[in-house]
């Protein structure tokens, strides 16, 4: 399991680091890895490496670590690793730092701390049976191409889904795609483009409306509200 948190939160703004923001008295990174942790932690061996901003290691970080060794005892190993300047180059360096033994690399932000813990085990038989999968919802509202100030058109949204995280891709097939996104000078905007880029399939799992992704102020209080009406 990657679970990103190297971000700055440019959008969310603020002194803290968005991954070090407080959901219900803990951090949403200590959320997600608690979740994370339920969905997927079995008898088999399983790695929880945390890309995290170097700035924050002795500062945030360190604030959290005793919470989220105590989550994660018993059911996973637990790594921490520098995270790169891009997304890309975090998932690079998190799948470098997986044991040799490791068959499935799961991928999630861990701004999204209300992971879906039924729809995440959904999503691994998924990749287990199909190579790679994710999980996603359908568009619900209508779509505009806007160009300034100016609508250009309405998309037709079809067949329009939007990506979640956890995703999740056989590791052999992730590094294939990592190579073959370093030669083509690719890069992808979510972790399973990479697979698609490579021309292989990817299975959509259906997601949930409430893996909610703080990203802006009013994403926290809805999450908030989502924990207190036991909807996650």
Known sequence: MLLLAAGRGSRFGGPVPKAYLKLAGRTLLANSAQRLVQAVATTATVELIVLVHPDDRATHLADCMADLRTLVAHSAALRIVDGGATRQESMQRGLA????????????????????????????????????????????DTLKRVVGDRVETTVDRTGIWQAQTPQIVRRELLQRAFDNALATGFQGTDDVSLVEHLGEPVVVVPGSPTNVKITRKEDLPLAEAILAAELA
């Open 97 to 140: 730092a997986c044991s040799r033994d490791i068959d499935f690399v799961l991928v999630h932000d861990a701004a999204r701390a209300l992971v879906p813990i039924a729809a995440t085990r959904a999503c691994l038989l998924a990749a287990q049976r199909h190579g790679a999968a994710l999980l996603a919802i359908p568009a619900p």
